[in-house]
C-alpha cells in the first residue's frame, strides 16, 4: 500500500439503507442526512429506491418518496457532496426515469446488472457519458462467476463509457481473499477504476473492504450503522476510522461522520443491522441479502425453516428480482416436510 493513497468513498445510506424499511426514507430523513453527510466531507451521497431509480412498485415495494421528490431534495442539501443515482436497466428507463432524474441535478449515475448481464448497460451508460456526467458500471451478486469472467463483463462497460467498475457483494459472501483476487484482475485488465461494494452478512464487511483498497480498489462504499439490506452494509463510520489507520486519506472529517451515523441511528432505522441466524445463511448461500424479510414472512406462513429456504434459492442461483421464487420454493418444501421427505 502506499502511504495517504486516496480512497474515494461513495455512501448509499439513502438508497441500500432503504432496503431495510421498506424504502419508506421520508424527505426530512433524507434532506437531514444529506446535510450531515456533506458537513462530514462523503464525496457521493447515492439517494433512492433500494433497487435504484424507476424501481418502486408492488412487486419490489413502493417508495414512500418518489424518486423527483428524492433527488429534489437530496439536491437542495448537497453542496460539497455529489449526488448519485444506482440505475438498473429494465427498473429504470432512459426517457421515463434517467432524464427526469438528470434535469434534477444528478452528479453520479451508477448503472448496474447482474454480474454476468452487463450488456444491458450499453445504453444507459452510454448515454449518461454524452451528458458529460460521471458514470460507473457495478456488476452486482458478483460472487457468482469467476475473476476472470469478471473481468470480461467489466471490461463490456468500460467499452461502453464507464469511468470505474464497482463490484458489489450483494449477498455478502466474500472472504478477504475472493475480494483481493477481484481486485487485482480488474485492475490489472481495465484502464478504469475499479471500487468494491460490502455486504456485511459473514461479519467481513470491514475485512473485505480493506482488502479491495490494498488490491488497488479506489472507490469503496459504505452505509452509516451499516445501514443496507439484510445484515447491512460496510460500516460507514468503521470503514473511515480503519482507513484513518492505515494510512489511506479518503477527505472525511471522522468526528463529523461519527455525527451522521449517530444521526442515522436515531431518526433512519428501526434497528441497527445485526448478523442473525438468516443473515449468516444468506451469506454462505450466496443469496442477495434484501431477500430477508420476504424469506421470513413466507417461511412462516407455510412452517417451513427459512434456512433450507435460503440454501434451496443459493442452489437455484436466484437474484434479486426473482421474489417470487422463495414462494415457490417454500411451497415445495412444506410438501416435502407433509411427505417426511425433508
Same mark, same amino acid.
Given at each position: 500500500?502506499?502511504?495517504?493513497?486516496?480512497?474515494?468513498?461513495?455512501?448509499?445510506?439513502?438508497?441500500?439503507?432503504?432496503?431495510?424499511?421498506?424504502? @419508506?426514507?421520508?424527505?426530512?430523513?433524507?434532506?437531514?442526512?444529506?446535510?450531515?453527510?456533506?458537513?462530514?466531507?462523503?464525496?457521493?451521497?447515492?439517494?433512492?429506491?433500494?433497487?435504484?431509480?424507476?424501481?418502486?412498485?408492488?412487486?419490489?415495494?413502493?417508495?414512500?418518496?418518489?424518486?423527483?421528490? *428524492?433527488?429534489?431534495?437530496?439536491?437542495?442539501?448537497?453542496?460539497?457532496?455529489?449526488?448519485?443515482?444506482?440505475?438498473?436497466?429494465?427498473?429504470?428507463?432512459?426517457?421515463?426515469?434517467?432524464?427526469?432524474?438528470?434535469?434534477?441535478?444528478?452528479?453520479?449515475?451508477?448503472?448496474?446488472?447482474?454480474?454476468?448481464?452487463?450488456?444491458?448497460?450499453?445504453?444507459?451508460?452510454?448515454?449518461?457519458?454524452?451528458?458529460?456526467?460521471?458514470?460507473?458500471?457495478?456488476?452486482?451478486?458478483?460472487?457468482?462467476?469467476?475473476?476472470?469472467?469478471?473481468?470480461?463483463?467489466?471490461?463490456?462497460?468500460?467499452?461502453?463509457?464507464?469511468?470505474?467498475?464497482?463490484?458489489?457483494?450483494?449477498?455478502?459472501?466474500?472472504?478477504?481473499?475472493?475480494?483481493? @483476487?477481484?481486485?487485482?484482475?480488474?485492475?490489472?485488465?481495465?484502464?478504469?477504476?475499479?471500487? =468494491?461494494?460490502?455486504?456485511?452478512?459473514?461479519?467481513?464487511?470491514?475485512?473485505?473492504?480493506?482488502?479491495?483498497?490494498?488490491?488497488?480498489?479506489?472507490?469503496?462504499?459504505?452505509? *452509516?450503522?451499516? =445501514?443496507?439490506?439484510?445484515?447491512?452494509?460496510?460500516?460507514?463510520?468503521?470503514?473511515? *476510522?480503519?482507513?484513518?489507520?492505515?494510512?489511506?486519506?479518503?477527505?472525511?472529517?471522522?468526528?463529523?461522520?461519527?455525527?451522521?451515523?449517530?444521526?442515522?441511528?436515531?431518526?433512519?432505522?428501526?434497528?441497527?443491522?445485526?448478523?442473525?441466524?438468516?443473515?449468516?445463511?444468506?451469506?454462505?448461500?450466496?443469496? =442477495?441479502?434484501?431477500?430477508?424479510?420476504?424469506?421470513?414472512?413466507?417461511?412462516?406462513?407455510?412452517?417451513?425453516?427459512?434456512?433450507?429456504?435460503? =440454501?434451496?434459492?443459493?442452489?437455484?442461483?436466484?437474484?434479486?428480482?426473482?421474489?417470487?421464487?422463495?414462494?415457490?420454493?417454500?411451497?415445495?418444501?412444506?410438501?416435502?416436510?407433509?411427505?417426511?421427505?425433508?
Amino acid at each position: 500500500m502506499e502511504q495517504n493513497q486516496k480512497i474515494r468513498i461513495s455512501d448509499p445510506t439513502l438508497r441500500d439503507g432503504n432496503h431495510a424499511i421498506g424504502h @419508506q426514507l421520508s424527505t426530512e430523513n433524507i434532506a437531514a442526512y444529506c446535510k450531515a453527510a456533506d458537513a462530514a466531507g462523503v464525496s457521493i451521497v447515492e439517494v433512492g429506491h433500494g433497487n435504484g431509480l424507476g424501481a418502486s412498485s408492488l412487486q419490489l415495494g413502493e417508495a414512500k418518496t418518489p424518486d423527483h421528490i *428524492a433527488l429534489a431534495t437530496a439536491r437542495e442539501n448537497l453542496s460539497k457532496s455529489k449526488l448519485g443515482i444506482h440505475v438498473i436497466p429494465g427498473f429504470a428507463t432512459i426517457e421515463r426515469d434517467l432524464k427526469p432524474a438528470l434535469a434534477l441535478g444528478v452528479d453520479v449515475v451508477r448503472v448496474a446488472s447482474h454480474c454476468s448481464e452487463a450488456d444491458i448497460c450499453e445504453r444507459h451508460i452510454s448515454f449518461s457519458r454524452a451528458q458529460g456526467l460521471e458514470v460507473w458500471g457495478c456488476l452486482m451478486m458478483s460472487h457468482m462467476i469467476s475473476p476472470a469472467l469478471l473481468l470480461e463483463q467489466a471490461r463490456k462497460m468500460e467499452s461502453y463509457g464507464a469511468e470505474g467498475v464497482v463490484f458489489m457483494d450483494s449477498s455478502g459472501h466474500f472472504i478477504p481473499d475472493d475480494v483481493r @483476487q477481484r481486485v487485482e484482475t480488474l485492475v490489472n485488465g481495465l484502464g478504469i477504476a475499479v471500487g =468494491f461494494h460490502a455486504h456485511n452478512n459473514l461479519g467481513l464487511a470491514i475485512a473485505n473492504s480493506v482488502a479491495a483498497a490494498d488490491a488497488g480498489a479506489t472507490l469503496l462504499d459504505g452505509c *452509516a450503522r451499516g =445501514f443496507g439490506a439484510g445484515a447491512g452494509n460496510a460500516q460507514l463510520e468503521v470503514l473511515i *476510522a480503519v482507513l484513518e489507520r492505515l494510512k489511506y486519506t479518503t477527505g472525511i472529517d471522522l468526528y463529523k461522520m461519527l455525527d451522521a451515523a449517530d444521526l442515522a441511528e436515531q431518526s433512519l432505522m428501526k434497528e441497527i443491522p445485526t448478523i442473525k441466524s438468516v443473515s449468516v445463511v444468506s451469506g454462505m448461500a450466496g443469496v =442477495f441479502s434484501g431477500f430477508m424479510k420476504p424469506v421470513a414472512r413466507i417461511a412462516k406462513e407455510f412452517d417451513v425453516d427459512p434456512r433450507d429456504i435460503f =440454501f434451496e434459492l443459493g442452489r437455484r442461483k436466484i437474484v434479486a428480482g426473482q421474489e417470487d421464487i422463495i414462494l415457490e420454493v417454500a411451497k415445495e418444501l412444506a410438501q416435502r416436510v407433509a411427505k417426511g421427505t425433508v
